[in-house]
Every structure is written in C-alpha cells, then in structure tokens.
C-alpha cells in the first residue's frame, strides 16, 4: 500500500466515508502522492495509456494550424494568447509553437502559451520540456486573454467526480470506506448540485444501476470561458450525449482505471499510481458553455475534426517522401475508427466570434450533433 494510501485509509478510519469525489481527487492531485505529481511517464509506451499526443507531434501541429487560423480571422492582433489547461508534460505546447516558429513566424511573433497547471511538480517538468520557448511561456495567468485559443485534452475526464447507484428505488451516493480495505459505502446524497442532477434524471433506472455525475466539469467550462474575452475553446475527450451516457444499458457507468496499459474498474488498486477517469457528459459541458456566454460551434469526432482542420497539411503532405509517410502514419492512428478516431469527441466553443467565418476544423461538423447535446436541459448548478 502507497503512502498515500495509507494516508487516506487513517483518514477514514478516524473521520469515516468522504465522497467519492474526494477520493479520486486526491488519488489524482495530492502534491505528495497524487498520480499527475508523479515524475514517471504517463503516456505512450512507457507509461499507462495512449493520446493523440503520444502518437506524435502531427497532433499538435494540427492544433497549431487550427490556432493560427483563429488569430487570422480575428484580424491578426498583436498579441494572442493560447492557453492549455491539462498539459501533462508539456509535450503538445512544444509541438504548437514549433510548427508555429517552422511554418508561420509572424504567428509565433504575436503567441504567448499560457499553461494552466495547479501542481507545481508538473508545472515544473512543462517548463524543461519547453525551455526553448521560455520567453513565450507563462503559468501565471494575469486574467481573461483580449484573443485566443482554450486547448483542453482529455482534462474533463480526469476532474472528480460523484458515483452514484440506484437502490431499493432511490438514488444513493457511492462513498468511500474502510472495511480492512477501501470499499463502497451507499449515503444519501447531500451536495445540491448532486441532488439537481439526480432530480433531472429520474428513478427509471434497473436496481443497482451505477454511474458518475461531474458537477464539477461545468465549473472547469465556465472557467475556461472566463480565460477568453474573444477567441474558441476546444474540449477534446471521449464521452457522450446526455441521452446515451444515461442510458438504461449503461448500467455500470463509465469508471475506468488505467495502468501498465491495462483498463479495470477497481479505484481502489495500487492508489497513487492509477490514473482513475470516466468518461465525459458532454450535454453537461454543452450546456455550462452557453450559459457562460459561449456558442457551442460544433461536436464532432477527432476523425471528422482533424480531416476538417488538416486539410491544408495533408496536400502539403503529398510528395514529401519519409517525412509525409511518417506524417501520414500518424494521422492515420489519430483518424482510424479502430483507433481514436471515433473515440474521442471535440467540443467546439465560440465567445465573441459570431460574425467570423467557422472554422475549417467544423466542415465535416453535424448540426444536429449540437442539437442532441442542447436537447437535454438540466437544471443550474
């Protein structure tokens, strides 16, 4: 058992169940034992899971396009901020802001990367990974930017989150005890925003129905908006529709933990060293944006999202030898249905950019796709 294990299980025994929530919060975040203030690897081959970043630097030069082409339409302002919360490493900046000083350094002249990273272990290995751009990059945000872009991927899924289960015809919450071990404790629900959510989605639902509720990742949308006075945001992560993430079916939710590349659903394994997730309401987020000033401009796979925003890459691509065969291997990987092509979804904000032209990121983009997100209407946070 970690250290940090350990911790919470005194914790427990001395102060009884906290909330799920509160758990994986620490299990995640705790600066002496969380598993983002670790300094091993995460992603890619070494590490526990995959990303579009750890595929490759085609990622995040597509980003970069899509980020350009936003300080185009604006008029090309002197200064213009892109802000990414969720870096990890530091890895997808340093891909934006090279393809920025390779392809386009007009664009790099006007860039500022802001990165906005609350563990200071992380912050510290963002700023060695970026150390050729320190004159570009901050982690002091100094408020809401005049122009930009908001970078977000698979943040969302990552912010802590309530369980609950349906049980003998009402909703309990999933605590967290200690029984010689962690384990599951039902309580009734106390949180407002809980009791909301759980009043908007009803009691038809099979006994033992489990799944998540994240009242928490409208706070972190309307966050994100208020770092904005003009400019998009794009929320890349893997979730669904209110409809589908609640369906009947689902019944044991979408809790997934992951290490060594192996996916289970046991939070209480090895805590500390597990990245604990689920998947995101992407309704929820759809909703907190507009409410927070914000347009929902498009919701669309990572296939349709990149072909969209590539375009221009890929026919530079054609001709280039390794370089385009490499280029083009990446972006099959991120593209491929089998792969994360279909898997991860971008939610694309607009605030203050209604009179521009959409992006080219959104040509492949479904309407009705927005409307099945802003068909739900849940209740305030």
Known sequence: MSALAERLARQLCESGPMPFSSFMAAALYDADGGYYSATRPRTGREGDFFTSVSVGPVFGRILAGECCGAWERMGRPTRFTVIEAGANDGQLALDVLQWAREERPDFLAALRYQIDEPL???ARRQQETLGEFAGQVSHDALGAAAHGCYLANELLDAIPFRRVRFSRGVWQELHVGWAEGFCWVEKEPKDGALRRRLAWLGEDFP??????VAPAVASQVRIAADRLEQGYLYFADYGYAAADYYAPHRARGTLRCYRGHRAHE???EA?????LT???DFSLAARAAVEAGCAVMGWVDQARFL????AEMLRGMEGQGRAGSAWQRQFQMLTHPAHL???FHFLVLGKGVSALPAPASLGFARPAAVAELLAERFPAS
């Open 120 to 122: 200071e272990s992380a």
């Open 207 to 212: 006994e033992g129905y489990t799944t998540e």
């Open 266 to 268: 046991d939070p209480f």
């Open 271 to 275: 805590v500390g060293e597990t990245d």
């Open 278 to 280: 689920a998947h995101v």
């Open 307 to 310: 072909t969209g925003a590539a």
């Open 341 to 343: 092509g279909q898997k």
